[in-house]
């Protein structure tokens, strides 16, 4: 491999969206991703392909849509990545890179590390223990270039269930009630965000002793929004915002923001770009390098989220622009999912939102509407915008082929 070619410290965290200091969700303390941020590049507007862990992180590692890669659903419910469809792990591998996963994946069973393209591979531990690990592995000198995959558990539930004491700060989230049950989750879903944070500021620390630093492109980034009612499960705002920084010292300006539309499955040939690699064929997002880069770039008018599967069948695709959003809702047209993990404390919190039933069609005015409250769809004087992103969003999911188009999507024998 030529010399310049840089290392890759790829950081996926689970269930947080944006609840970071420097994305100005006080009060919760990331001092260490906030230095990140001011270190690179803060990205305000990117969102997920899917508020599910296992279809989310399926598109950052293929570049895909999950209708499209065939991880539709859970790793842990029967869904599997398909062994044709070419990860990261394996074009950079293929590439010369030394390719390390240390915890999570979600996107073939547990003990297939390798058949995604991984050489090595520490398995799942809190964050602190994988600092450690990570620290050790650059401490003697890795071949270079190297992709170092990082997976972390936290911020997942459960979530640390100790009283709100008086040091803790919480705000609810605005589109949830403030009541003591909220309060009490949020609060323990901070402390695992720190927690979160001090490993990442402990894995930086070692890029640093080890003098890698300045050869290094480090990413961060989450699958979904926060495990929260009308968040994780929904495509809502909540659920499909996603964190994500990169930091590369000498080619990405420190300290920038970008405030353009991105997806997650742009995440991949953005990489490969930067690394000079080749985009294949079946890749479905667009490199945003450009963006990163300061040259000219044609943004992106629209991001596309879906869900499937979760925990049961629920289908449901939408279109966000950035002034508007519609979700299109197939199946049963069931009240709103709340994920298993967190089912009872949630439906304690907000009892109401497990009694609605979903609409066929919802769009929201996301500038005079921001948390999504009035559903526009239908009503008089928004047929001609309504029509038009239906439209663009039937015209997304002919384009990449979705199965739900012809049906009930198939699932996995194991359901």
């Known amino acids: 491999m030529d010399e310049c070619f840089p290392n890759v410290l790829l950081i996926v965290c689970h269930d947080l969206g944006r ?45 895909r849509y999950p209708h499209s890669n065939g991880l539709a659903g859970l790793v842990n419910l029967g869904w599997r990545l398909p062994d044709g ?23 073939r069973p547990s003990g297939e590390h390798q058949s995604l393209g991984y050489e090595r591979y520490v398995k799942p531990a809190p964050a602190v223990q994988l600092a450690d690990a990570v620290t050790e ?3 003697h000198a890795p071949n270079e270039p190297f992709l170092l995959s990082v997976g972390t558990f936290e911020p997942h539930r459960p979530f640390d269930a ?36 001090e490993a990442v500021g402990a894995m930086l620390e070692a890029l640093d002793q080890a ?46 923001i970008a405030d353009d539309l991105l997806s997650n499955v742009d995440l991949l040939p953005t990489l490969l770009e930067a690394l000079r690699l080749p985009v294949l064929g079946a890749i479905q997002g667009r490199s945003f390098w450009p963006l990163v880069c300061g040259t000219p770039y044609e943004p992106r008018e629209a991001v596309y989220a879906e869900k499937t599967h979760h925990c049961a069948y629920d289908p449901m695709r939408c279109i966000r622009t950035s002034a508007h959003k519609y979700i ?36 929201y005015d996301l500038q005079a509407d921001p948390l999504e409250q ?32 012809e049906g009930v999507l198939p699932m996995p024998r194991f359901l």
């Open 374 to 405: 009035r559903n526009l769809a239908g009503e008089a004087g928004y047929e001609q915008l309504e029509a038009q992103l239906r439209d663009c969003l039937r015209g997304w999911m002919e384009q990449t082929g979705d199965p739900l188009l």
């Open 19 to 63: 609840y970071l200091g420097c994305y100005g969700r006080q009060p919760i303390a990331t001092p260490h991703l906030d230095e990140l941020a001011n270190q690179g590049m803060r990205f305000s507007n990117a969102f997920c392909t899917a508020p599910s862990c296992s279809p989310s992180r399926g598109s950052i590692m293929t570049g």
């Open 211 to 256: 003098g890698l630093r300045e050869r290094t492109l480090v990413i961060f980034t989450t699958d979904h929004g926060i495990d929260m009612p009308r968040a994780k499960g929904t495509l809502y705002d909540p659920g499909i915002e996603t964190a994500l920084i990169l930091r590369w010292p000498g080619v990405i300006r420190a300290g920038a």
């Open 162 to 197: 100790r009283p709100v004491g008086a040091r803790d700060r919480v705000l609810a989230p605005p589109y949830l009630p403030d009541n003591q049950i909220v309060r009490e989750q949020m609060a323990g879903f901070a402390r695992l965000v720190q927690q979160l944070d």
């Open 85 to 107: 469809e070419a990860t990261l792990p394996q074009i950079l591998k293929e590439a010369g890179y030394q390719t390390a996963l240390f915890g999570i994946q979600h996107e």
């Open 137 to 139: 592995f650059l401490t």
């Open 328 to 363: 299109h809702n197939f199946g049963d047209l069931r009240h709103h999912e709340i994920p298993a993990d967190g089912e009872m404390d949630c439906l304690a919190a907000v009892p109401d939102l497990c009694r609605e039933r979903r609409p066929v069609a919802e769009m």
